[in-house]
Antibody, heavy 121, light 108 residues
Framework: EVQLVESGGVVVQPGGSLRLSCAAS????????MHWVRQAPGKGLEWVSVISWDGTSTYSTDSVKGRFTITRDNNKDSLYLQMNSLRTEDTAFYYC??????????????WGQGTLVTVSS | DIHMTQSPSSLSASVGDRVTITCRAS??????LAWYQQKPGKVPKLLIYAASTLQSGVPSRFSGSGSGTDFTLTISSLQPEDVATYYC??????????FGQGTRLEIK
């Protein structure tokens, strides 16, 4: 059974930094690109970032470019999101998500439970 | 970026009703469209991909159709457990991957 478990969400001040983690199990982690998707409380879904299976290719939505960095450690079956220069509008539940196949651009068949990041003074 | 617009934003229907939600892409995306169901307090669940392919384990009352710019999600006979918010997702011409704003479905 696929399991994705996020951690690292806390309350942080505007301008602060945070690193989210996602521990994966139940599938060959290094075969799949991985994504971060976020959802502000009571709002819709917003794709954030993707990383290729080997970590050599990454893409992010415009609003986080230059501030967020997605990385992975295939030896630890883990995905990360380094978040810098945080803004109040980054407040959201952050989900790691796995695609159904090896394509970077795909739909998501597995989601973690999410971790809440609150940016507030 | 490709913008996805869902309609309606919310709807209320009776148990047993046929329910249709539409999703329109700002430009053609072939059939690179997925639908998700998100129940209150829960994680999104994949219902349909490639516009019309039902994900394993999803009840057959759910169906999807469309290609290009116009897509529909249909529930043939609404059940109480279908109360949720439904999202469409474009995965063509990415980045970025884009979602519709959501359609909130309630029981009348």
């Amino acid at each position: 059974e696929v399991q994705l478990v996020e951690s690292g969400g806390v309350v942080v001040q505007p301008g602060g930094s945070l690193r989210l983690s996602c521990a994966a199990s139940g599938f060959p982690f290094d075969d799949y690109p991985m994504h971060w998707v976020r959802q502000a409380p009571g709002k819709g879904l917003e794709w954030v970032s993707v990383i290729s299976w080997d970590g050599t290719s990454t893409y992010s939505t415009d609003s986080v470019k230059g501030r967020f960095t997605i990385t992975r450690d295939n030896n630890k079956d883990s995905l990360y999101l380094q978040m810098n220069s945080l803004r109040t509008e980054d407040t959201a539940f952050y989900y790691c998500a796995k695609g159904l196949d090896s394509n970077l651009w795909t739909y998501f068949d597995s989601w973690g439970q999410g971790t809440l990041v609150t940016v507030s003074s | 970026d490709i913008h996805m617009t869902q309609s309606p934003s919310s709807l209320s229907a009776s148990v047993g009703d046929r329910v249709t939600i539409t999703c329109r892409a700002s430009q053609g995306i072939s059939n690179y469209l997925a639908w998700y169901q998100q129940k209150p307090g829960k994680v999104p669940k994949l219902l349909i991909y490639a516009a019309s392919t039902l994900q394993s384990g999803v009840p057959s009352r759910f169906s999807g159709s469309g290609s290009g710019t116009d897509f529909t999600l249909t529930i043939s006979s609404l059940q109480p457990e279908d109360v949720a918010t439904y999202y469409c997702q474009n995965y063509n011409s990415a980045p970025p991957i884009t979602f519709g704003q959501g359609t909130r479905l309630e029981i009348k």
